[in-house]
């Protein structure tokens, strides 16, 4: 900026004279946010102009003053693994730089160039006060949280008694103890102060956002945090807030992929402190706004353009694949957003793409309680409950710690904890951060852990299923499985996956595959939406009581129909997205009339049979008078995901298709919604499951794209036996030479009208001896659980190498 020559620049750099050159000359925090200021603003990324003190003037400042020794000295008495020498000898430390003034050449400088970043607005600016060590954000080190930030100061005396602080910041416990364990050197590490102009978060939104998936180390996918009001709240914890994700790729194309909201229950909000005596409060948050979205649908597309552009930059400063831990903010009084922070992540960019680890519970127990989990793993241990800092003191190795919140003071003993619980925070917040970088698995946002769980009692969490984190009653055996991914090859026959959970698709698509072949629609309206679809539709002429079940189903949505399209095309959407650019096919619902019956509102649709299983279920279903409404819903969903988000790698089925002009009038219901085969690239694929099925199989194949074999459907019609029926269970066998004699005329004929055929069902997961005999037909794919995945394709491996 013009005023930079003006500035002692031994002392004081402003943002447009430093980048990631820098990091020993305003340490890693204030170097980012120069780098972004100076590469990234003429861009469109909107920074927040500011300038930061330099490693120099820190130094300069103990040398002086005499600290330096001093501190030396004090840090040479202190017992590390000592919860109360290290408070103790850091307590003194702080007190000491508290109360040594800054020399006059510094807060001159400070002072000079604060009253420049307040030029023109009529009066002195707002800024936060930020530290930055200058051994932050090195490859192995993210020092996340380690020192203090100030928010909302305003005046010289506010603004310099900030400075000390920051100074003092630089040896927090958990900054020394931190320090201790990376093997840095206490009296190299200098400390910068970045004063930066504050964005009125305050009266909107702010939050933490991240271009990795945090959780699996999934590349392709931005996640965003949000709550209402100064981000502090989000970073330390303080709230459950929203969370976002956003696809990258098809992003970069011009598309609008939201993957995923979730509702966050975001109780309070900081403020600014107007007229009182601190500079920030806590203030509650209504029920309206917190069962509403803290961001529109164009400011999460706008944060995660920025988290894209922000990556590939640091990623070509760097040299190799650089994703990033963000912050940023939105001016409640311009409307505008801001980036406030980024550093590089520091955590899955270092896990190891050739080795996966997949924890299994071997039984499972009573479950005591759910929050969002953090990382994959399982642990069992005692539980001891925290309630304050104080309390720190009684921890003991391998506990397991729940509490409210963590905060960065408890670091110390965090390391030493099997797991951690706690009560509020999303999967950004502080305890998150600090359990992937220890490697520990947490659950946080559970609500109420204080007070369900008490001291002693023995648990086991369980963050291995996906998004959601269980604690079990008891000590529970697990197992760990390690897959060496370089040595699998890949066989001729496709090996696909089925599956069921979207929380799941990030990381089950690490394990090495050839796609998706079955998405059941139906697992993700019975645990996303929870609602029949028609009491969507007819929701003002429910009852009471069911009007009051669906509005707690679906608050933050007034439009009940929309919420149905959404929640659908957001589960489509995260399987489509953790597997593209691979083929992931998507069966349309097919649940049977006693199903749909316990969904919320159901049973005032369904009707009672006698045989479900053969009754109103699949194809017949969409064209019906009474459900079409609904299917055009189920088609406006996947027409969302392949139009809107970009995910052209879905591909549908029609399930339970009983004739010819059954297909064609599903067909025709689809057209009606936009959903067009052979527009787009859209294929359309049919289940084969029905005797007829295959006996008209040619005739099928004029319809449709291709067949994906259902065993189970195809083994109870072929033999007569009702699969939900145990008395004549044991009749029941996929192998029977009827069936194989099914599968094999199916297959020969797909084959002979040049269309695809795979399986999708139950029987090549669980006999060796019959994904041989699939291989032997000539099938073209196999679609199986996850895991039988991998001791499947070895097996195909083998068999295709033998020349069956």
Known sequence: MSTAAESATDLIRWFDQVGMDDVAVVGGKNASLGEMYRELTPRGVRIPNGFATTASAYRRHLSESGLDDKIRQILSGINYRDVGSLQHHGRIIRHMILDTPLSDELSHAIVSAYHVLSSGRGELADVAVRSSATAEDLPDASFAGQQETYLNVRGQASLLDACRRCLASLFTDRAISYRTDQGFDHMQVALSIGIQQMVRSDLASSGVMFSIDTETGFRDAVLINAAYGLGENVVQGSVNPDEYYVFKPTLREGYRPILKRTLGSKAIKMVYDLGGSKMVKNVPVSDDMARRFA?????????????????????????????????????????????????????????????????????????LLEGRAVGEKIASGPVRLIRDVHELSQFADGEILVTDKTDPDWEPVMKRAAAIITNRGGRTCHAAIVSRELGLPAIVGTGDATDRLRNGQVVTISCASGDAGVVYDGELAFEVETIDLGAIGRPQTKIMMNVATPDEAFALSAIPNDGVGLAREEFIISNYVKVHPQALLDFDQLDPATRAAVEQATQGYDDKPQFFI?????????????????????????????????????????????????????????????????????????????????????????????????GRKVQAEMKKNGLVRGEDGLEVYVMCEIPSNVILADQFAEIFDGFSIGSNDLTQLTLGVDRDSAIVAHVFDEQNEAVKRMISSVIAEAKRCGRKIGICGQAPSDYPEFAQFLVEQGIDSMSLTPDSVLKTTVHILKVEGSGS
């Open 295 to 367: 961001l529109s649908d164009d400011d999460i597309l706008q944060l995660a353009q920025w988290a894209c552009d922000i990556e590939d930059h640091y990623s070509r400063v760097r040299g190799s694949f650089c994703p990033m831990d963000m912050e940023w903010a939105k001016d409640g009084i311009s409307g505008e957003l801001f980036i406030v922070q980024a550093r590089p992540e520091t955590v899955q960019s270092r896990r190891s793409v050739n080795a996966l680890q997949r924890y299994h519970l071997k039984a499972e127990g009573v479950k």
């Open 566 to 662: 959404d929640r659908l095309s957001e589960g489509i959407a995260m399987i489509a997205a953790a597997f593209y650019p691979k083929d992931v096919i998507v069966r349309m619902s097919d649940f049977k009339t006693n199903e749909y019956a316990n969904l919320i509102g159901g049973r005032r649709y369904e009707p009672k049979e006698e045989n479900p299983m053969i009754g109103f279920r699949g194809a017949s279903r969409y064209y019906h008078e009474s459900f079409q409404a609904a299917f055009a819903l189920e088609c406006q969903a996947a027409l969302r995901v392949r139009r809107d988000m970009g995910l052209s790698n879905v591909k549908l089925m029609i399930p339970f298709c009983r004739t010819i002009e059954e």
